[in-house]
């Protein structure tokens, strides 16, 4: 890992999401026991952590599609949970994108409609849509594969076919989780240089969730989430 | 969206086709079920409304206004048998050529003259003139037309004679108008006209129409059931589609504009195939004897109420019940919550159940309402709540059987099922929720249809007593139901005739006797005592006595507890006279 991977916030950087003092349970199971967490404006941040630690949960509350039971999360500066069910999703529409393991394509949609779909749930009308989303398929390598339902796609296919959802909509704030989980490591090294790199050009904030050591690799700067509390590599205050 | 909603329905694969069709299916039953049950509704009351002339000049007819210099018509109306057919003769006699005519016929028919209903008319052809022509003096004008006949079945007769034969008539009356609509409840009556009730007046229809309404409105529930379920086909695959859709921003609302275009195509589609059921279903539903008769293919008709009802109300219903199948989805972009085993129903979900079965079995102990009106009043709530306590009560029902189950049984396989059971009963229960409501509705319409039809045709209830002709012919001072009283049974034509219990009144009768046991095909007579603590129909009731008298009651009295025990009168008419009577009333 490198020293600049490594380090630690400054005070100068603009703060994009902020989870303060987190905690969520499920039934009588803690997640977060009182996760705390900065992200900077623009830089790729890898949340580690093993199996059961409460990384995927706290990434779920900083989208805005978990709610804490206590504690809060704000998005440029504003509470997430102050907000109305309307206002989050159309915060997750307009300026947050997902790329998860499984279940992100509606399998009865092309593609490219699915690429289109943040487009579509905006109101923009079939055809603007479609026109937008088509370039992502020659900048991810997936050019001749616009009309295939997900079904038809390969592992890898599918993941950047989600991930040209996840940035169709050029989103401030890009959340993965375990992305490349279901890749073989070929796959998952492509997704990845295609995420990072989409990422830095556009200037999206990119927050990524894994337990693999080089898909962290590719991020600016990693914490450690155990036992529900986030923690960084270096033992500084995340 | 709902551009969107028609593109998932129609273009997502073999599975997604599947679900359409299954809910296309379930929509399309119900509603040619629902359709059914209302055109038999309307049914009922077409033919009801075309027994409302034969009420002409009786005291229940309200009082009409004839227009002046109306010639009057001599009416009297009877009751006759052939071979276990009750024939219904009207006999008129014009005084002018502005007399009132009855329906079906274009004029009235001349003395030594008769129109007969086409079933009768063609019995009459089939059977030797002797045994039944020959009770009808006169030649055929024509038939009656469907306006004056309630079923195609009917045997009714309209005989001429001259006004001086009719004059002297008892049970005869002069009338200005024909009763246009059927009785309705006590206030307005015709204190001037007969005090007697045409042997087929169309009493107990209202029975029927109770039952239909039920079914009609239990009907929808289990087709709601019927497409939540269907809505929940696939659940997990659904879910998944809309849990991505929420991911990439879809407001709830936008996920349930989704779901609800799929199932509004499907129960659009349904409704018209429901449309396409109840056609099919028609022609033979005219020949099912729901009332005791059979219907006209016409009189199975749907207003454009009806039509509007079922047809907007049935997709807008299902678009509704998808929506609230699917709220769990809509407010989850991840999809299926983490599972945790759900809290098991309480006890207290009994509560309406109970309730409802208390309801109707308090009408059950303490009498049901006179009217039919009261009756719907009184048993439809009772019924749609124990309804709604079926639905209510099944998660904690199916919970404890499957303690017990679980408790009890030694098989690996039963025991997880029985586990599982227990576990989530709710999501289990949802899914036999609509075959408990259809097998509920169903088992109380069988009963009620099965009760109603073996009362049609006998005045006071039992099957066997269709066996018995009732007439009230020239019987003025007597009423017209009548019931076994006590002593030895002088025998008539092989029948039988159970004393009255006074004999003033054996005495006032014995002509009458006499000169029914004469009518050619009559083989038997037998004469019934009127006892104004007997369930009878209402409309006999009116007969019997009127409204203002002692005896009259707007609530008849329970029919005798010995009386209700005794299963089947003796045979009749042969081997009756060596047979001792039901017990009669203490």
Redesign the interface.
């Known amino acids: 890992m490198t020293a600049a991977r490594l380090a630690p916030l400054s005070g100068n950087q603009e703060i994009v999401l902020e989870a303060r003092n987190v905690v969520k349970s499920f039934g009588q199971t803690p997640a977060l026991r009182g996760a705390s967490l900065k992200v900077r404006r623009g830089e790729i941040l890898a949340v580690m952590g093993p199996s059961g630690s409460g990384k995927s949960t706290l990434l779920h509350c900083l989208a805005g599609i978990l709610t804490p039971d206590d504690g809060d999360v704000r998005f440029d500066g504003q509470p997430l949970d102050a907000l109305s069910e309307d206002a989050r999703s159309d915060l997750r529409r307009d300026r947050f994108g997902f790329v998860f393991q499984f279940g992100q394509l509606v399998p009865e949609l092309t593609a490219e409609e699915n690429v289109a779909m943040p487009l579509l749930l905006s109101g923009i009308r079939r055809a603007p849509a479609l026109a937008k989303a088509r370039p992502w398929f020659g900048r991810l390598g997936l050019d001749g594969l616009e009309r295939r339902r997900s079904g038809e796609l390969s592992g890898g296919q599918a993941q950047r076919v989600a991930l040209a959802r996840g940035l169709v909509a050029q989103p401030e704030v890009l959340f993965a989780d375990e992305p490349t989980g279901s890749l073989d490591s070929m796959a998952g090294e492509l997704v990845m240089t295609l995420l990072t790199t989409a990422a830095r050009e556009y200037g999206t904030t990119v927050i990524l969730v894994t337990h693999d050591a080089r898909v962290a690799a590719y991020a600016g700067r990693e914490v450690v989430v155990r036992d529900g509390l986030v923690g960084s590599l270096t033992g500084v205050a995340p | 969206m709902i551009?969107?909603g028609l593109?998932?329905t129609v273009?997502?694969?073999r599975e997604?086709v599947a679900r359409l069709l299954i809910l296309t299916a379930a929509v399309g039953l119900g509603v040619g079920l629902l359709l059914t049950a209302l055109s038999a509704i309307n049914a009922v009351s077409a033919q009801n409304a075309r027994h409302a002339w034969l009420w002409t000049g009786t005291v229940a007819e309200p009082a009409g206004h004839a227009p002046a210099g109306t010639d009057p018509l001599w009416w009297s109306i009877g009751g006759d048998e052939f071979a276990g057919r009750q024939i219904l003769s009207v006999n008129v006699a014009a005084t002018g050529p502005t007399s009132p005519v009855p329906p079906g016929i274009p004029r009235d028919p001349a003395p030594g003259q008769y129109y007969a209903s086409p079933a009768l008319a063609a019995l009459i052809r089939s059977t030797p003139a002797g045994e039944l022509a020959d009770r009808y003096p006169g030649r055929m004008a024509g038939t009656i037309g469907n306006a004056a006949l309630p079923s195609p079945d009917s045997l009714y007769i309209i005989v001429g004679h001259t006004a001086a034969q009719l004059a002297h008539a008892p049970d005869a009356i002069a009338v200005t108008t024909i009763a246009a609509a059927l009785p309705g409840l006590p206030g307005g009556l015709n204190p001037k006209g007969l005090n007697s009730s045409p042997p087929d007046g169309g009493a107990g229809a209202g029975g029927v129409d109770l039952i239909f309404s039920v079914v009609a409105l239990a009907m929808l529930v289990p087709v709601l059931i019927f497409i939540a379920t269907a809505t929940r086909l696939s659940a997990a695959?659904r879910e998944?589609?809309f849990?991505?859709?929420?991911?990439?921003?879809?407001?709830?609302?936008?996920v349930s504009v989704i779901a609800a275009v799929e199932s509004t195509v499907a129960a659009v589609i349904g409704v018209v195939a429901g449309f396409g059921l109840f056609f099919a279903l028609r022609i033979p539903l005219s020949a099912v004897r729901f009332t005791g008769e059979r219907f006209f293919l016409s009189d199975l008709s749907l207003s454009v109420r009806d039509c509007l009802l079922v047809g907007i109300g049935v997709p807008v219903s299902a678009a509704v019940v998808a929506s609230l199948a699917l709220r769990r989805v809509r407010?989850?972009?991840?999809?299926v919550a983490?599972r945790?085993t759900p809290r098991p129903p309480r006890a207290r979900r009994l509560l309406p159940l109970l309730a409802g079965l208390v309801y109707i079995a308090f009408f059950l102990l303490h009498g049901r309402p006179a009217s039919n009106s009261g009756q719907v009043w009184a048993f439809v709530p009772g019924f749609a709540l124990i309804m709604v306590g079926l639905v209510v009560a099944g998660p904690w029902l199916t919970m404890a059987g499957a303690r017990i189950m679980a408790q009890r049984t030694s098989g690996a396989g039963a025991l997880i099922a029985a586990r599982r059971l227990a576990d989530d009963p709710r999501t289990a229960f949802r899914a036999v929720s609509g075959l408990v409501l259809a097998l509920f509705i169903t088992t109380v319409a069988v009963v009620g249809i099965t009760t109603q039809d073996a009362k049609e045709g006998s005045p006071i209830g039992w099957a066997s007593a269709k066996n018995v002709l009732v007439d009230d012919l020239a019987v003025r001072p007597l009423p017209t139901f009548v019931l076994p009283g006590r002593g030895q049974p002088p025998p008539i034509h092989g029948g039988v005739i159970w004393p009255v219990t006074t004999p003033s009144r054996a005495r006032r009768i014995a002509p009458l006797l006499a000169r029914l046991s004469g009518i050619p095909g009559v083989e038997s007579v037998i004469a019934v005592r009127a006892d104004g603590r007997l369930t009878v129909p209402r409309a006999r009731c009116w007969a019997e006595a009127r409204p203002g008298s002692p005896r009259y009651s707007r609530r008849p009295a329970p029919f005798p507890r010995a009386w209700s025990r005794a299963r089947s009168w003796p045979p009749f008419p042969a081997s009756v006279s060596a047979t001792a009577p039901p017990e009669p009333v203490p």
């Open positions: 551009g969107l593109r998932l273009s997502g694969g997604a695959r998944q589609r849990a991505a859709l929420r991911l990439a921003g879809a407001r709830p609302r936008q407010i989850s972009p991840l999809g983490r945790v």
